[in-house]
């Protein structure tokens, strides 16, 4: 069965850190592109980062609005892919998904993050 869970989320601080992990299982995460979305309250879902497939040289890429504090990174030993997320804002309190194409969309339950003092 082809599936990916999301793990990592909670509560922090501003300021603070966490890291994601999306675990796959069904296909090998480094040969397709591994995408993370997020959907803040009453905002519509966002692409903010992906990873790219080792076929592609694995390049990552992110929105403008998480570029310089997120960081995308694939481990092909636990075929997860983790979202390491640094200097969090109030504004990135969202649900967090890990999206992947293998072709037909795959997409997590997601899971919750939220920024707050």
């Known amino acids: 069965q082809v599936q990916v869970v999301e793990s990592g989320g909670g509560l922090v601080q501003p300021g603070g850190s966490l890291k994601l992990s999306c675990a796959a299982s069904?296909?090998?995460?480094?040969?397709?592109?591994m995408n993370w979305y997020r959907q803040a309250p009453g905002k519509e879902r966002e692409w903010i980062a992906d990873i790219n497939p080792v076929a592609l040289g694995g390049r990552t890429d992110y929105a403008d609005n998480v570029r310089g504090r997120f960081a995308v990174s694939r481990d092909d030993g636990t075929n997860t892919v983790s979202l390491q997320m640094n200097s969090l804002k109030p504004e990135d309190t969202a649900i967090y998904y890990c999206?992947?194409?293998?072709?037909?969309?795959?997409w997590g339950r997601g899971t919750q993050i939220t920024v707050s003092s």
């Open positions: 999206h992947v194409r293998v072709p037909q969309a795959i």
């Open positions: 069904g296909f090998t995460v480094n040969t397709y592109k």
